[in-house]
C-alpha cells in the first residue's frame, strides 16, 4: 500500500468554523490531490498540487483552499464550513511512471458539519 | 474536458457467475484509463490500468478490461465472482498533459449474491 495518512479520520464540526484536513505521504510523490465523495456524484477534483507551493483549482473548489509547503503534506482548510460540506474526503498522490499516471487514495476523512 | 458514464448505478450478480462492468468516455484523444475498486467504509484500490498498447489489460483480483476506441468504451469484466467482489467500483479517465488529474464516474455498486 502507497503510505499516504489523512487526519484526522473523523470530525464533527459546526456551521461556520475553519476545519483543516491533512494528507501526508512518504512517497515522495510530486503529485497530490484532494477529492469529496457524495453518492450519485463518484469522486469530484476539489483542489491539486503539481510541485511544492504549486496548486490550482478543481471542479469543486469553492470555499476550500490548499497549501502545500512540503512535497509530503496537502493541507485542505474549509475557510467557514457549511452543510454542504459534509462529505468524505480522500486525498491522493501520483507521479509519472513510464509516461502515464495513477493514483493511489488515502483513507479518507469523514466530516460532518452541524 | 473529458468525461465519463458508468450507465449501471447498480448491479446484483450471482456467485460464480460472470461480471461486467461497462464505461463510456468522452475524450478528443487516447485517455488514460483507469478501474477502481472500493469496499464499505475503505479508500479506492487500483484494479487495472490502460496508457497504451495492448487493448486487453489484466489486473489484480482476476479483473480484465477491454479499451474500445471505436466505442470509446473500457468495460471491467471477470469471468467468476466471488462474495468478496461485492463493492463500488469506478472507472476514471485522464488526460496526458493533465497534472495528472482525473474524472471519475459515478460508480456502480455491485452486490453478489449466494
Known amino acids: 500500500d502507497a503510505g499516504i495518512t489523512q487526519s484526522p479520520r473523523h470530525k464533527v464540526t459546526e456551521t461556520g468554523t475553519p476545519v483543516t484536513l491533512r494528507c501526508h505521504q512518504t512517497e515522495n510523490h510530486r503529485y497530490m490531490y484532494w477529492y469529496r465523495q457524495d453518492p450519485g456524484h463518484g469522486l469530484r477534483l476539489i483542489h491539486y498540487?503539481?510541485?511544492?507551493?504549486?496548486?490550482d483549482k478543481g471542479e469543486v473548489s469553492d470555499g476550500y483552499s490548499v497549501s502545500r509547503s512540503k512535497t509530503e503534506d496537502f493541507l485542505l482548510t474549509l475557510e467557514s464550513a457549511t452543510s454542504s460540506q459534509t462529505s468524505v474526503y480522500f486525498c491522493a498522490i501520483s507521479d509519472s511512471l513510464g509516461g502515464g499516471y495513477e493514483q493511489y487514495f488515502g483513507p479518507g476523512t469523514r466530516l460532518t458539519v452541524t | 474536458a473529458q468525461s465519463v458514464t458508468q450507465p449501471d448505478i447498480h448491479i446484483t450478480v450471482s456467485e460464480g457467475a460472470s461480471l461486467e462492468l461497462r464505461c463510456n468516455y468522452s475524450y478528443g484523444a487516447t485517455p488514460y484509463l483507469f478501474w477502481y475498486v472500493q469496499s464499505p467504509g475503505q479508500g479506492l484500490q487500483l484494479l487495472l490500468k490502460y496508457f497504451s498498447g495492448d487493448t486487453l489489460v489484466q489486473g489484480i483480483k482476476g479483473f480484465e478490461a477491454e479499451f474500445k476506441r471505436s466505442q470509446s468504451s473500457f468495460n471491467l469484466r471477470k469471468p467468476s465472482v466471488h462474495w468478496s467482489d461485492a463493492a463500488e467500483y469506478f472507472c476514471a479517465v485522464g488526460a496526458p498533459d493533465s497534472w495528472g488529474k482525473l474524472q471519475f464516474g459515478a460508480g456502480t455498486q455491485v452486490v453478489v449474491t449466494p
Open positions: 498540487s503539481y510541485g511544492v507551493k504549486d496548486t
